[in-house]
Every structure is written in C-alpha cells, then in structure tokens.
C-alpha cells in the first residue's frame, strides 16, 4: 500500500465528503418511480469516493433491487453493511476489489465509516419508499371501498324501483297464462315472458345481495362442514372440468356468526369462477384458518389470475370478461356485498407463478 502523505490523505478526505454530498442530493431527488436510477447513482457516487476506485466494485442489494456499479471480480475482497428498513436488515452494500491485487487492507478506516453512512442513507431512503407505497394502498383501498359502496347504493335503488314492476309483469304474465289453453303460440310467448321476468328477478336479487340489502340469517355455526359440504356438492362440477382441488381445514370446529346459505354461496361464486379460469387438472385450494381475531377463507387457483388493470373493476356488478352467455357479471359482486355484510373483507392476491387467489377476513367479533 502505497504511503499516504497528507496531500494524498485529504484528497481521500474531500472525495468522500463530496460522496456524501452527493448521496444526499441524490436521495433528495429520488423519484419514486426509478428507485432503481437513484440506487445506481449512489452506487457511482460511492465508487467514485474509494482510493483504489478504477478497480473497485460497488454493489447493492436490496430485494427487489440488484445493482453493480460495474462487473464484479470472481474472487474478491470487500467490506460489506446491511440495509436496515425498520430496525431489519433489508440487504446490503458491499465494496469489492479484485482479491488478486488488493487485500482487506486496502480500504480505509474513512472508507468503512463512509460505507456505514450510506448505508444508513439507503435504509431512510428505503424506508420512506415503504411508508409511501403503504400509504397508496390503503389510499387505492379506500377509494376502492368507496366507489364500491356508492354503487351499492344507486344499485339498492334501482333493485327497488325494479321489483314491483317486475312482480307486476310476472305476476300479470302467469295469470293470463292460466286462462289461455295449452301448447297455443300466446301461450308460449307469454312462457316467454315469464323466463324473462324471471330471469331480471334473480338480477336484482343479485344487485340486492351487492348492495347488502338482503335479509340475513346469522346464527354461530361451526363452519367447518358448511366448507366440507359445498365442496362435495362442487365435486361432480370439478370431475367435468377436470379440475382438482385441496381442501385444507383446522382440526378442530371454528365457530362464526354466518348466515349459512349465504356463505355456501359466496364458496360457490369463487370456487365456480376458479374452475372456470382453471388449466385442465389445475388444482384449486381451499383452505381455512383461525387466528386470534379472524377467521380467513383462501380460494387459490392456478389459471392466468386477473391482470392488474382490471383488479379494481371484479367486484362491480356486471364486469365480466367471459364470453357473451357464459357470465353475468354478478358472482364476485354477490360475494363483496355478502362478506359486507358479514362485516368481513375480500381482497384479490396473484398466485404463484400464476392464478388467481381471494382471502376472505371474518372478525371473530
Ligand atoms: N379465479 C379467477 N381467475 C381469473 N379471473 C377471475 C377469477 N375470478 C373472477 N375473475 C374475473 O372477474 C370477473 C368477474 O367475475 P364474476 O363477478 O364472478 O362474474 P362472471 O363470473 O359472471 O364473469 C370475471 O369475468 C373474470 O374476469
Ligand atoms: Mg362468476
């Protein structure tokens, strides 16, 4: 190591304080969206500050992020510090130089502490992403619940303005029925009418379900063989499809406040919409677990799951994308208004590596 004169010393000193000089414009102008731009920069920035700095390598980790500042020696000396996000190590920042010049000799007292402040810089750094992407959730959450549930209640009113006449038409419909001999063309037509008046009731039905204006039945019910018995009623549904399916369930009994009908119908409405997207012998999971608050209901499948610009718009009444005939639109919405009504939520997770997974939250209350 070559000797250091007090020239050579403080141009050492002045190359890491301009380091750290940059490292704070650098995070000052951080954009949130090119984490990975501010992080390289800083990995330059560090680079440029060490003695021996041509054959130096810096490097940061930090999942999701890998960065070299160039390519990294097979053997190398370093000295190395952890991210800490939160008090929890969330990677690192190594120093590298090439083990077949430079021994751990070469890095400096300075150069070690410098290692340490930036290190400390990213993890503020780190920690403020985290902060920030929390707080857009639960924004996005918010204004999703919202939306949901001013559209739950323009669709209460439209449900209600709709349910008489709709009696009406039924009702009006089988009486003229009634009077007209059988098997005549009117008397078909007005079959016709009736499907249709049908039909449009059970819509409503479902719109009334959304928008949690649907009588309930809630008793404490041990839930363990409402799950058991939707599933084998499901199970010549799976066989057709070729579709498996796992169900994995506590020991023990979990007690719930549900309405026991509703709650099959909300299995139904997921685990039919999971067969649907499934692959041919794809395997469904249906699992149950307790906690010490709730108790959470996981539906996970293995087709394509939901492309994220569309995560926001399942749980509206009428968004659908089968085909024309094959959906209605209304099964994911029937299954927010009824865990809402049940006091519970329902959040959509991607599975991995691919397929759709809904967690249902009850409160134990
Ligand atoms: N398990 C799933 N995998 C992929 N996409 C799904 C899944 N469940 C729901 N979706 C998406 O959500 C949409 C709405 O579902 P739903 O409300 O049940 O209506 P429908 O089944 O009539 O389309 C579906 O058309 C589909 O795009
Ligand atoms: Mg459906």
Do not use: W
């Not at 009486?175 to 007209?180: I, T």
């Not at 959304?210 to 939707?230: G, S, W």
């Not at 009908?261 to 409405?269: A, E, R």
Request: neutral net charge; charged residues 25%; contains cysteine.
């Amino acid at each position: 190591m070559a000797k250091m004169t007090p020239e050579k010393n403080l141009k050492e000193r002045i190359k890491e304080l301009t380091c750290l000089y940059e490292v704070s414009s650098i995070i000052v102008n951080n954009d949130f969206r090119e984490l990975d731009k501010t992080l390289y920069s800083i990995a330059l920035s560090l680079r440029k500050a060490l003695q021996f700095n041509k054959h130096a390598t810096v490097e940061i980790v930090s999942d999701p992020f890998h960065l070299v500042s160039s390519t990294i020696s097979k053997k190398t000396v370093f000295i190395i510090h952890n991210i800490n996000v939160f008090n929890e190590p969330k990677g690192f920042i190594k120093i590298h130089y090439p083990a077949d010049n430079y021994t751990k000799k070469d890095f400096l007292v300075e150069e070690k502490k410098l290692l340490k402040t930036v290190a400390i810089n990213v993890g503020d750094l780190l920690e403020r992403v985290s902060i920030r992407e929390n707080e857009a959730v639960i924004k996005r959450k918010m204004e999703h619940a919202d939306r949901l549930s001013i559209l739950g209640e323009i669709t209460a009113g439209i449900a209600h303005e709709l349910n008489t006449p709709l009696a009406n038409i039924l009702g009006f419909a089988e009486l003229l029925k009634s009077k007209e001999p059988e098997n005549t063309q009117t008397s078909r037509d007005l079959d016709k009418i009736i499907n249709s008046a049908i039909f449009s009731r059970e819509v409503v039905k479902k719109l009334m379900f959304f928008a949690c204006e649907m009588p309930q039945n809630l008793d404490k019910t041990n839930i363990v063989p409402v799950i058991t018995d939707a599933m084998n009623l499901l199970d010549p549904t799976f066989k057709k499809n070729d579709v498996k399916y796992q169900v994995d369930l506590p020991e023990g009994e979990v007690f719930l406040k549900v309405d026991t009908i509703q709650l099959t119908q909300v299995i139904f409405n997921l685990v039919l919409n999971a067969i649907y997207f499934s692959p041919k012998n794809g395997v469904i999971s249906v699992a149950l677990k307790e906690t010490k608050n709730n108790v959470t209901l996981t539906i996970a499948d293995q087709g394509p799951g939901i492309p994220a610009e569309n995560t926001q718009k399942i749980f509206q009444p009428f968004f659908t994308t089968k085909a024309v005939g094959d959906g209605s639109g209304l099964g994911l919405s029937v299954v927010h208004g009824i865990i809402r009504s049940h006091r519970g939520t329902i959040d959509y997770q991607h599975n991995d590596p691919t397929g759709a997974v809904f967690i249902i939250t009850f409160p134990k209350q």
